[in-house]
């Protein structure tokens, strides 16, 4: 299974960014995706993540309000709406998938099998 993200960028604060998550594991639907994301000199945390077999969505409370996730099966691709991006948000954004995500596990890392390789949002005046 290979996941390509894309979409990170420069973008100032308060401004918009759409990162895109294409996941070539089928029957897509399964799959959980998550989006974690590292700061230089931090440890990755996790940011937003959407359930396979139903699609609930859970977010980190940092993100609440301004991040939204959504997913489109037919095109196996996990999209996260970044809106009023502040200089904290700034960091590597990884998507992560999986089919065996245990219940009450989503924000744990290590709960995923398959990642991607990550894209770089730079939020700067």
């Known amino acids: 299974v290979q996941l390509q993200a894309s979409g990170g960028g420069l973008v100032q604060p308060g401004g918009s960014l759409r990162l895109s998550c294409v996941v070539s594991?089928?029957?897509?639907?399964?799959?959980?995706v998550a989006w974690f994301r590292q700061a230089p000199g931090k440890e990755r945390e996790f940011v937003v993540g959407?359930?396979?077999?139903?699609?609930?969505?859970h977010y980190a409370d940092s993100v609440k309000g301004r991040f939204s996730i959504s997913r489109d099966n037919a095109k196996g691709t996990v999209y996260l709406q970044m809106n009023n991006l502040k200089p904290e948000d700034m960091a590597l954004y990884f998507c992560?998938?999986?089919?065996?995500?245990?219940?009450?596990?989503?924000?744990?890392?290590?709960?995923?099998?398959?990642w991607g390789q990550g894209t770089l949002v730079t939020v700067s005046s």
């Open positions: 992560a998938a999986s089919q065996t995500v245990i219940l009450g596990a989503l924000r744990r890392p290590e709960q995923y099998h398959y």
């Open positions: 594991g089928r029957p897509f639907r399964t799959y959980t």
């Open positions: 959407i359930r396979g077999n139903g699609g609930s969505t």
